[in-house]
């Protein structure tokens, strides 16, 4: 069992930055792939971006340029750095993990961007 926990949302005017972290209850983060998923109200949730065991990363394509995910080196701690935010990134951000034994989710952190 892991546990996910992020933190960090906040509001943010359009055009500002914020950092979302994700602290898990032990060291998984350098051994499993990881991803940042994004659930606007009324939709499904979706992929925002993703690193996997050896460091290469991957981003949707509304992100791209902006968002940049990464970890600590102890493994614990992943991070969504988020640039030029606009309204259309309003959500509530997940982290996730995928564990060889399953998927396991943080519980999410809103993320409010105003105009």
């Known amino acids: 069992q892991v546990q996910l926990v992020e933190s960090g949302g906040g509001l943010v005017q359009a055009g500002g930055s914020l950092t979302l972290s994700c602290a898990a209850s032990?060291?998984?983060?350098?051994?499993?792939?990881v991803a940042w998923y994004r659930q606007a109200p009324g939709e499904e949730r979706d992929f925002v971006a993703g690193?996997?065991?050896?460091?290469?990363?991957k981003y949707s394509d509304s992100v791209k340029g902006r968002f940049t995910i990464s970890r600590n080196n102890a493994g614990n701690v992943m991070y969504l750095a988020m640039h030029s935010l606009t309204t259309e990134d309003t959500a509530v951000y997940y982290c996730?993990?995928?564990?060889?034994?399953?998927?396991?989710w943080g519980q999410g952190t809103q993320v409010t961007v105003s105009s």
């Open positions: 690193m996997y065991p050896n460091g290469v990363t």
């Open positions: 032990r060291s998984i983060f350098r051994a499993n792939t």
């Open positions: 996730k993990a995928v564990m060889p034994y399953g998927d396991y």
